[in-house]
């Protein structure tokens, strides 16, 4: 396990050197290995709860609509795998009128203060999902190198 953390850290590592955008896999086979639509949905319905257990980062959390974030977590490991469905990159908090404004990747992280510790921890939750859903660590390391790049628009601080 700890060996698989480590890789997943220095793919994370490797992501904050310049490098051109990331885009998804052009065949399935990490969809596949990831266990297609129902895999992933398992896998979200298994990282939710531990993202909000986390001690290290479940502050983060605390104003987030979770079923939103997990409807886009899991359109994000499904497009970014090479399976079929588009990521729409938007997140809707919870802050406004309990409906919420529409923001990108980097305006939803800008103002909480994200740090490479915090942003490291939510990968390593992420990995041990995906272990607990006995996916390859060759399939989520290939996932884990696709999503790396988002952590220059996440990580602020």
Request: net charge neutral.
């Amino acid at each position: 396990m700890k060996l698989k953390i480590l890789c997943a850290v220095a793919v994370l590592l490797a992501s904050s050197l310049p490098a051109p955008a990331q885009t998804p896999y052009t065949d399935d086979a990490v969809y596949q290995g990831l266990g297609g639509k129902d895999g992933i949905a398992h896998i979200v319905d298994t990282f939710i709860p531990m993202l909000l257990a986390d001690p290290r980062i479940k502050d983060s959390f605390a104003d987030f609509d979770m079923k939103q974030l997990a409807v886009r977590l899991g359109e994000q490991f499904c497009e970014f795998s090479g399976g079929p469905c588009k990521y729409r990159g938007q997140h809707r908090d919870k802050t406004m009128d309990g409906v919420g404004t529409v923001r990108d990747m980097t305006t939803v992280h800008q103002d909480m203060k994200i740090s490479n510790a915090q942003f490291n921890a939510l990968t390593e939750d992420l990995q041990v999902a995906m272990e607990r859903n006995n996916v390859p660590s060759s399939v989520s390391n290939k996932l884990i190198a696709k999503l790396a790049p988002m952590q220059r628009a996440i990580v602020t601080k």
